[in-house]
């Protein structure tokens, strides 16, 4: 059985709506030394045509090693959606982990010049920033358009079919219940608080919007019986296809995780996202991308009391939004790239 990395995210996000990376990248090497085996089990026990990982860092550094490369015939393909670490602090120690860690970025440029070898970036050019990887290394975008081959935005569905929200409520049972917020934290637990934080702020709410519907959407690792909030609350765990609720909502609330931001941004839905604090990806990385797109309010856990998430709240629900349209046939593309290698 493969190392589930997500337990030591779990572990190393012990209070607050916070996720130092960097411990978790080194705290993760061990999980990924388990699957570093079970991959090398799998490819060296039959023949494959293709090989496709998704953010399988472990397994492109594992790749590197020239002996291991040569021992597997079938082209491999790795799909990013971010490039390049930052350090969220003026730690010198946590600073010197970093660059060691964007030293490994740099080299992919290197990697992915073997033509057996093919690196698939879903998104856009202007999604990486043009910061440099550190002291005499090359800066993220430069290295992302050497490595990697931009497909634009993947969704699991078209905005256009979403259009028609009073429809979509009926067919989730959401006709007839007023306003309705989603709050979600996706496929991790360390979301728990921001839940909870949404749990305090809505009697402030209901006081001022009746008709209000709160969602909380604990997502496949948190339990719903875990959470201390109102009792007349919508609380679910794992929730399938939940765009579609998004679609049928006024306002969400979520964490910054990628996918679920650019279905919120696709939608044209208003949002408020909270980034994971000391997580470079969703502070700089996402953040970025969606003050790009002119899309969702960017809010901070630590300094957000249940007044002021309440405040937000009763202001966005139901506000129009103008983000402006995104390209999401990266699907396509990736798919044209991928059948090029077979």
């Not at 030394?33 to 550094?61: H, M, R």
């Not at 008709?211 to 007349?232: T, Y």
């Not at 300094?303 to 990266?330: C, F, R, W």
């Amino acid at each position: 059985m493969y190392a589930d990395d997500t337990l030591v995210a779990k572990k190393s996000a012990k209070q607050g709506h916070r996720l130092n990376l960097l411990k978790y990248l080194f705290k993760a090497m061990g999980s990924w030394k388990k699957n570093v085996k079970i991959f090398e089990q799998v490819v060296g026990s039959e023949k494959f045509d293709l090989i496709i990982a998704d953010e399988a860092y472990e397994i492109g550094e594992a790749l590197k090693n020239k002996k291991m490369r040569d021992r597997i015939e079938a082209p491999f393909v790795m799909i990013y959606d971010f490039l390049g670490n930052f350090s969220m602090s003026w730690n010198p120690v946590e600073k010197f982990g970093i660059y060691l860690w964007n030293r490994k970025w740099a080299e992919i440029t290197g990697f992915y010049s073997d033509k057996r070898n093919t690196a698939l970036f879903v998104g856009e050019p202007e999604d990486v920033p043009l910061t440099s990887l550190g002291f005499c290394l090359p800066g993220c975008r430069e290295v992302a358009e050497k490595a990697c081959h931009f497909t634009g935005y993947v969704l699991p569905f078209d905005p256009s079919s979403y259009t028609d929200k009073a429809m979509i409520r009926e067919k989730l049972g959401y006709d007839g219940q007023g306003s309705l917020v989603i709050c979600s934290i996706g496929g991790t637990s360390i979301g728990r608080d921001l839940l909870s934080l949404c749990g305090k702020a809505y009697p402030m709410i209901k006081k001022q919007i009746p008709d209000l519907h709160m969602v909380l959407v604990c997502g496949p690792r948190l339990s719903a019986d875990s959470l201390n909030v109102p009792k007349d609350l919508d609380v679910r765990e794992y929730v399938p296809a939940l765009h579609e609720h998004f679609a049928a909502c006024d306002l969400a609330i979520v964490q910054a995780g990628g996918t679920t931001t650019l279905e919120l941004t696709a939608l044209g839905k208003p949002f408020l996202y909270f980034p994971i604090e000391g997580h470079w990806e969703q502070q700089i990385h996402v953040a970025s991308r969606l003050a790009r797109h002119q899309a969702g309010i960017k809010m901070q856990y630590s300094q957000t009391t249940p007044e002021i998430l309440a405040e937000m709240i009763v202001s966005n629900i139901g506000k129009v939004v103008t983000y402006p349209p995104i390209h999401t046939d990266g699907a396509q593309k990736a798919a044209q790239l991928i059948n090029q290698l077979l």
